[in-house]
């Protein structure tokens, strides 16, 4: 690579590259070479695509990690709008990246929290029940205990307008949890959530995620009713019933 790059694009790059956490500029052109050949020009950036990008990103070596990243995992890791706005930046329609500053996540490990269960928050911003199901950007996914509230994962559903089944590819998101927080969920989503065995709760007001989460704690640490018992694996013979409460 004898050529030099032209001011421009050295400073196309740049701020593109600091769009993406994790990504250095060198690896960063590099992929992008991969994706458009050398020299990088004006011409050739005006053409690039959002799949372009994503492939340029799952190459190696371009994220820290020296791992190679599928396409979907590039995506569910930056999300659809941040790459949209990064290509935007190499075309020169725009001088800069929007910043969504996500909440920060809190160190955990399987088996840091004895008894507790995993929540899935459906958001559009912020720590925030803000978001109907089937629309959602993102889930923010907490470790939940008696004694202790860990936001431990931040999952993108922005690849959901893709799949053949909206809802069943997010109620795949977070199968691993056992209940949803949400805005509003229509019937045939609830269903398919609940198949996925994750227990939805509707807060049709919305409101912070994390006095919901509050609420809940209190719950597991009095009486739980039977579908809380059985996700914090409580004896059946322990297992306290009444009737399910209204949130």
């Known amino acids: 690579m004898s050529m030099e790059l032209s001011r421009e694009i050295a400073l196309r790059l740049g701020v593109a590259a600091r769009a993406l956490p994790g990504v250095s500029v ?8 991969a994706q458009l050949g050398w020299p990088l020009t004006e011409e050739k950036l005006s053409l690039l695509t959002v799949t372009q990008l994503r492939n340029a990103l799952s190459q190696g070596c371009v994220i820290n990690a020296g791992v190679d990243l599928p396409s979907a995992d590039v995506v569910e890791r930056f999300g659809v709008e941040r790459l949209k706005q990064v ?11 929007e910043e969504e500053i996500l909440p920060p996540l809190d160190p ?9 269960i995993r929540v899935a928050v459906a958001t559009d911003g912020g720590e925030e ?23 431990i994962d ?24 056992h209940v949803l927080f949400v805005q509003s969920i229509g019937g045939p989503a ?13 807060y049709v007001e919305g409101g912070p995620a994390r006095g919901h989460l509050d609420e809940l704690r209190a719950k597991m640490a009095s009486l739980p009713p039977p579908w809380l018992a059985k996700a914090m694996n409580i004896p059946v013979e322990d297992r306290i019933r009444y009737h399910v409460e209204e949130v």
């Open 26 to 33: 060198g690896r960063f052109v590099n992929g992008l070479v």
């Open 108 to 116: 955990y490990a399987e088996g840091d929290l004895p008894g507790s």
């Open 129 to 151: 029940v803000n978001a109907h199901f089937g629309n959602c950007r993102r889930f923010l996914i907490y470790q939940l205990s008696v004694d202790e509230c860990r936001l």
């Open 154 to 177: 931040i999952r993108s559903a922005d690849l959901a307008d893709e799949a053949e089944d909206s809802s069943a590819f997010r109620a795949n998101l977070i199968d691993d949890c």
């Open 190 to 202: 609830a269903a398919k959530v609940i198949n996925a065995g994750v227990y939805p709760l509707k």
């Open 87 to 97: 290509v935007e930046v190499l075309w020169g329609q725009r001088d800069d990246v």
